[in-house]
């Protein structure tokens, strides 16, 4: 398994995400480019976005990479 994935035409190293966003991007500004993105932030506060597809692709693989630790889709918060 790489321990890259891809956003935006960029090899990302998996180890640098902090945290991705489970809503699109919605702020209303008629001049948006990033109407429908998730934002993906990294570390240093650097922020890419992501498209739909690249945004599932990219919780797959933190997943796969944390040995599939994650949030099973019953729990409550």
Same mark, same amino acid.
């Not at 994935?5 to 480019?33: Q, S």
């Not at 109407?35 to 597809?53: K, Q, S």
């Given at each position: 398994?790489?321990?890259?994935? @891809?956003?935006?035409?960029?090899?990302?190293? !998996?180890?640098?995400?902090?945290?991705?966003? &489970?809503? /699109?991007?919605?702020c209303g $500004?008629?001049?948006?480019? @990033?109407?429908?993105?998730?934002?993906?932030? !990294?570390?240093?506060?650097?922020?890419?976005? &992501?498209? /739909?597809?690249?945004?599932? $692709?990219?919780?797959?693989?933190?997943?796969?990479?944390?040995?599939?630790?994650?949030?099973?889709?019953?729990?409550?918060?």
């Amino acid at each position: 398994m790489s321990i890259l994935c @891809r956003i935006d035409d960029k090899n990302i190293p !998996l180890y640098r995400i902090m945290w991705v966003a &489970a809503t /699109p991007h919605f702020c209303g $500004e008629e001049d948006c480019i @990033r109407e429908g993105c998730y934002e993906v932030r !990294l570390e240093h506060d650097e922020t890419i976005w &992501a498209n /739909p597809t690249e945004q599932g $692709e990219v919780l797959k693989r933190l997943e796969a990479w944390q040995g599939g630790m994650g949030m099973s889709e019953d729990e409550d918060w």
